[in-house]
Nanobody, 123 residues
């Protein structure tokens, strides 16, 4: 099937930067939208940003101007550059992708999630 593997999380001071990566692998035919979501302790998972295969983006208002999503279609990889991080943005960040893939039973399109990567913003 399809796997999404995130990397790049960690501990950063307020005002600092981190870059997350998410690589998709498996029996991929094409990847439609990709994106990042986050879930803080005790809160619901929320959208951070999405990007279509054509490069159109949709950012949450709270991250506009500080976060930048980019995508390398040849590598099936999406990146999230996060600048000016705030303590309240401490969360597990999840990669999401809408993927068309093939299997022995035929071709399908499904939504896939990565395992999540912890981002902690603290002094």
């Amino acid at each position: 099937q399809v796997q999404l593997v995130e990397s790049g999380g960690g501990l950063v001071q307020p005002g600092g930067s981190l870059r997350l990566s998410c690589a998709a692998s498996g029996s991929i035919l094409s990847i439609n939208a990709m994106g990042w979501y986050r879930q803080a302790p005790g809160k619901q998972r929320e959208l951070v940003v999405t990007i279509t295969s054509g490069g159109s983006t949709n950012y949450a208002d709270s991250v506009k101007g500080r976060f930048t999503i980019t995508r390398d279609n040849a590598k099936n990889t999406v990146y999230l550059q996060m600048n000016s991080l705030k303590p309240e943005e401490t969360a597990v960040y999840y990669c999401n992708a809408d993927v068309s893939y093939y299997s022995a039973r035929g071709n399908y399109t499904n939504d896939f999630w990565g395992q999540g990567t912890q981002v902690t913003v603290s002094s």
